[in-house]
């Protein structure tokens, strides 16, 4: 079916009706997205950040940094590391 200029000026009830559906999902889509963003960023980044903070958590590890004065360290997955070793990638 080809079309034509006529169909481009004045399009079928349906291609309209298609039309107006996506702009009508767009904006739900929009609305949807902020409220689901909004609701776990309320309900679950919210309640576990303040767990943590209650608890004194330190999950970076930052509070010994400034005791050892480095943030050095050492690999604990080989006892013995070499030069061949080091060359093996697997």
Sequence with gaps: MKSTDSDAQNPSFFRRLYLGWLEIAGRFGEVQTLIVVTLVYSFVMGPTAAVIAIGR????HKR???ADGSAWNE????ANPDLERAKRLF
């Design 75 to 78: 690999a604990d997955s080989t």
């Design 57 to 60: 958590g330190d999950l970076l």
């Design 64 to 66: 010994d940094l400034f």
